[in-house]
């Protein structure tokens, strides 16, 4: 195959997938659902067909914008209908209540004792002593962990940071 | 909503794009699979016995011609001469208007290299495998 056929074929699809998820609206990689991540492997497996010459581009257009449709438009549904949304986006799961770990949100989300540990160790910084501080904590509909303290918690951490003054005995 | 035109604006412009550079400005080689592309991927899908999707790069006549058992059958055939194909890529012949030509080297556990050479004719832009006789010559 010539080089000037691939450059060709790769600059064409580029600046295409380039319109296109500007197009879409995407956010942040950090930020995208495990849906998301299946359609950026399926766009990857239709980019790979078309710049080795194994499909027609029009193939390529049609079957990549289209994926890219469906998305938008189960986006629009789902910001337009809360029902809908529900349906196909992933709900916060509960995880901790009170520095208490819920065993119902951690069975839904497969995750265990340790896991716990390290997603509030990496989240929030919290050690297992300091768990009481932990209002709650959820697994987010993206899949990442976020943790909400109690009020007590956090002003005495910024007592600490020295925004605010120590109390007086 | 306007994401929703805007993206399908996108869509149509491209796919106009390409039809307009494979129609008019008559690109056989780019915007479509060439030739050589054509029969490695037609070889490579009877390698792993897919003869249905091989069907997918033979020309009409053909098709009307050929089912996947006879592809099959042939595939067989050729593996007894040849021995196993353990490799295949497409090697550039070949193209004059709406016809060309193109060969499949193959690599085969017994018979080292081998030439398929195909011809092939071009039907709404796209090149498509006309006869089969290589597979049953070689």
């Known amino acids: 195959m010539e080089l000037r056929q691939i450059l060709l074929r790769v600059v064409f699809t ?9 197009l879409c609206g995407k956010r942040g990689v950090r930020q995208a659902t ?5 359609l950026v492997l399926i766009l990857g497996d239709l980019l790979d067909d078309v710049l080795w010459a194994e499909v027609p581009v029009s193939q390529f ?14 986006g629009l549904a789902s910001y337009a209908s809360e029902t809908f949304s529900r349906i196909v986006d992933s709900q916060a799961d509960l995880f901790m ?31 297992r002593r300091r768990w009481p501080e932990v209002k709650n904590a959820r697994i987010e509909g993206d899949g990442h962990p976020s943790a909400l303290k109690h009020e007590w918690a956090r002003e005495a951490q910024q007592r600490v940071r020295g925004s605010l003054p120590m109390k007086k005995r | 909503m306007k994401s929703l035109v805007y993206l399908s604006l996108t869509i149509a412009s491209a796919l106009a794009l390409i039809a307009g550079v494979v129609f008019r400005l008559g690109d056989a080689t780019t915007f479509v699979p060439p030739p050589e592309a054509v029969v ?16 997918h790069y033979l020309s009409d006549d053909l098709k009307a011609k050929v ?6 059958e042939m595939t067989e055939r050729l593996r007894r001469r040849a021995g196993e194909i353990t490799d295949v890529w497409g090697e550039k012949g070949w193209i004059e208007g709406d ?11 017994t018979g080292g290299w081998n030439s398929l050479k195909f011809a092939l004719s071009r039907k ?14 070689h």
């Not at chain 1, 257009?61 to 189960?74: R, Y």
């Open chain 1, 34 to 38: 495990s849906f998301d991540f299946v």
């Open chain 2, 40 to 55: 490695e991927s037609f070889v490579r899908e009877l390698r792993t016995k897919r003869y249905q999707r091989a069907m």
């Open chain 2, 124 to 137: 709404d832009g796209i090149w498509l495998i006309n006869d089969l006789h290589p597979l049953e010559t």
């Open chain 1, 61 to 74: 257009v049609v079957a990549a914008g289209t994926l890219v449709l469906l998305e938008v438009i189960i």
């Open chain 1, 14 to 22: 580029y600046v295409f997938m380039f319109i296109l998820l500007r």
């Open chain 1, 97 to 127: 209540v009170d520095g208490g770990l819920i065993q119902s949100g951690m069975r839904r989300e497969r995750m265990n004792e340790k896991d716990a540990e390290m997603m509030l160790r990496r989240q929030a910084s919290l050690e």
């Open chain 2, 67 to 72: 089912r996947p058992e006879i592809l099959k």
């Open chain 2, 99 to 109: 016809r060309a030509e193109a060969s499949a080297i193959i690599k085969t556990k």
